[in-house]
C-alpha cells in the first residue's frame, strides 16, 4: 500500500485496476490501490482470455502462470437447429497469427488471484479492501479525495491523480461528470454448474439458439460448466428457480444436458454505453467505466485490460515529468474507437445467436458473408484492433511494406536454440528501436549506432535499441558483390566489435521478422511502443524522423 499524497490513486481493484498498477508501478510510480468490496472475489464472472491479452500478459512476465489455470479454446459453434452437427458454422481461432492461437477460459476469480499475486511478488503492492471512495474534488494540480476505512472511518487525501477503475457504476466517472449514454439490448442469465449427460465437444464454446430463446454453454477449468441463458420475456432469466430455468430452455433447445445445482448463478441486463470522454482534467476512467458491451464473444474483460495498457505507459511518463500533460489526450484518441470496435464485433454475433423473433435460418445469412470467420475471430481476438487512423507520424518518408503505424507489432522467432523470440526483446517498460540491417549492412549499423547514442541524448531511459542482424543468406541477397560480403561479416560479427552488446542483439536466424515487417534489402528501423504497437518504420537512412516522432510522446533532455 502507498497511502503516499504524491502516488496516483486507483480506485477499483479487478483486472482493469491491477493491470494499470502493475504498469505504473513497474515504471516506479507509486500507487494507492483501493477497493470497496469486502474482500478479493470467489465467483468466477467473465471467463474469456484473447489472444492479444496473452501477448501483453507475456510481455508482463506472467503468461506462464495464467496457461496452469487455464482450458484451451479452439473456438465457438453456432449451433443452427436446421443444420446437420458437422455443417455448423464456427469461428476457429487455430489460424491465428501468434503463438496464442486460441483463446483461453478461466474462472476470473482463480485469474485476478494470479494477477494480485504477480503485484504482491514484484512490487508489494496488495489492494486495500473494504476501502470505498466517497468523495472526489479536483483542485487544480491535485484531486482531493474522500476514503472510507474498514474501521468506519473517514480520510481526506490528495493525489495527482485519480483513475477510476470502478465499474459500470463507476464513482469516479459521476464526480468527473462524464455522461455514459447507451441502450439496454437483452438480458442475460448465467450459472456455473456441474452438468451431467453432456453430448457435444467441451473444448469449444458451443452457441444454442432458435427464434426465441438462447443458451451457451463450455467446460471451465475444474468441476464446472458456464452456461449462458438469455430470452427477450425475461421469464427464465429472472426466474426464483435459476436451475429450473436452465433446464427447462435447454430441453427446449433439444440440448440434452442434465443440470445440477448452481454454484453460482446471476442475472442482469445487457447494455451497450461508452462515455463521452474519458477524462476530465487529472480524472480519468479505464475499463467497464468507460465502456460496456454484450458478452458475446467474451471480449469485454480483454478491452478493459488493453485500456489500461495503453493508459499505464503515457501516465507514468506524466507522472515523472518526462511528458506533457497532453499526451493523455492520446489515451481517449486511441482507446475510445477501439470501445466502439468491440461493441461492433459483440453484436454481430449478437445478431448471429441473440436475434430474437427472427428464424435462425434467417440469421444464419451472417455467418456465409464473405469473410466473416476471418474477420471475426481478427477482431475478437484483439489481434485486428489498431491505431492507424490516429497515429502522428513523419510527413515524406519513404513507403515500406510490413506493419503500418499504430497496428500490432507481431512476434517472430528469431533463434530456434536456445529459443528467443521478438517479444522477448520487447519485454521491458520502454519503446524499442529495432535495427534491421539490409544489404548496405556497415552502412545501416553506423546509422544505428548513431540513432541510439542520439536518443539516449535526447530521451534519456525512454528507448532501448536492439540490433536484428540477419543470416548471411537473408541479408546478402543483393547484385553488389562488395555489400554481400559486407553483410556475411555483419552477420558473423560480434556484439562488441558492433556497438551492440549480448543483451541488446539477436540474430534473425529463421527470417521471420523480416517477412512478417516485410524487410528486404533496404533494411529497416522499427519503432515499437511500450504497449506492442508500431510507432514508425522507416529506411535506416531516414532515421532522424524517429526523433522526431518521438517529440510528440516526451519531452527532450534539455
Known sequence: MSSNENSVLIVGAGPTGLILAHELMRRNVPVRLIEKRKGPSHTTRAMTVHARSMEMFEHMGIAHRLEEVCLQCPGNIYHFPHLAEDAQPRTDYRVLPTRFAFYYKINQNDFEQVLREHLFSQYSLKPEYRTELVGLTQDGPQVEARIALPDGSTETRRHPWVVGCDGVRSFVRGAAGIDFPGEEVAAMAMMDVELSNVTFDDRWMNYF?????????????????????????????????PREAFQTVADRLGIGMRIGEPEWATAWA???????????????????????????????????????????????????????????DSYERERKP????????????????????????????YTQEEGWEARTIALVSGLSHNYRDVSVVPQLLHAVAGPRAGERAPDALLVREPQ??????????????LVVPGADGESHLAIGRRLRDELDRRYPGQVLACLIPGAAEQVAEHPDPDRATKATALSAGRGDELGFDFDHRVADETGEIRARYGIGAEGRLVLVRPDLYVGMSCVPEEGAAILGYLEQWFRPAQ
Request: proline share 4%; charged share 20%; with cysteine.
Open 209 to 241: 439458439f432458435d427464434k426465441s430463446l438462447f443458451m451457451n454453454c463450455t467446460k471451465l477449468p475444474g468441476r464446472c460448466w458456464r452456461i449462458y441463458m438469455s430470452e427477450p420475456s425475461g421469464a427464465f432469466v429472472h426466474a426464483d428457480n
Open 270 to 328: 445487457i447494455r451497450n454505453n461508452i462515455a463521452d470522454r474519458y477524462r476530465n482534467g487529472r480524472m480519468l476512467i479505464c475499463g467497464d467505466a468507460s465502456h460496456v458491451h454484450s458478452p458475446s464473444g467474451g471480449q469485454g474483460m480483454n478491452g478493459c485490460m488493453q485500456d489500461a495498457f495503453n493508459l499505464g505507459w503515457k501516465l507514468a511518463a506524466v507522472f515523472k515529468g518526462q511528458a506533457s500533460e497532453s499526451v493523455l
Open 338 to 365: 477501439i470501445g466502439e470496435q468491440i461493441t461492433e464485433g459483440a453484436m454481430s454475433t449478437h445478431e448471429i445467436v441473440m436475434g430474437f423473433g427472427i428464424e435462425p435460418e434467417e440469421r444464419y445469412h
Open 420 to 433: 528467443k523470440r521478438l517479444y522477448d526483446v520487447f519485454r521491458h517498460p520502454r519503446f524499442t528501436l
